[in-house]
């Protein structure tokens, strides 16, 4: 089973796909919005239909504390919509440190400093450990 993993941010949206058998993520091209603009709800539908996916991984945002933020709600907001959409199931997951996570594996990469700094490889490598936790943890379930 495919699923499809997201990581929503303000500017960037980090996209990941697992293999057919929903085993390893991988991560896809980043996706850029403007601050402000609607959320990609159109382009995340159509990545969802063109790999065929059975499930959808949105990264959801809490604060330190557990609660809800302002963002935390849009994200919410927009991954319920996302399913209405696409008819997709739409499963939240926690995401606290996996931005910094994903800050260590992409400079672990050993690619040069101009290339680790860009900030859509870290939003993909984001979508990647989400997507992939989710997978571990329904394969350990």
Excluded at 29 to 41: F, N, S, W
Excluded at 84 to 102: C, N, Q
Aim: cysteine-free; charged content about 30%; overall charge positive.
């Amino acid at each position: 089973m495919r699923v499809l993993g997201i990581d929503l941010g303000e500017r960037r949206v980090g996209v990941a796909v697992s293999d057919p058998t929903g085993s390893i993520a991988q991560p896809l091209p980043t996706l850029r919005r403007r601050a402000g603009k609607r959320m990609p709800l159109s382009t995340l539908q159509n990545l969802a239909e063109q790999y065929e996916v059975k499930g959808i991984v949105m990264g959801l945002p809490l604060a330190l504390s557990g609660h809800d933020t302002e963002w935390t709600r849009t994200v919410r907001e927009t991954a319920s919509k996302l399913e209405e959409r696409s008819g997709v199931p739409v499963h939240l997951v926690d995401e606290r440190f996996t931005s910094k996570a994903a800050e260590r594996a992409v400079r672990g990469l050993g690619l040069p400093k101009k290339k680790r700094e860009e900030k859509g490889r870290v939003d993909a490598a984001a979508a990647v450990l989400i997507l992939q936790s989710w997978l571990d943890a329904r394969a350990r379930g």
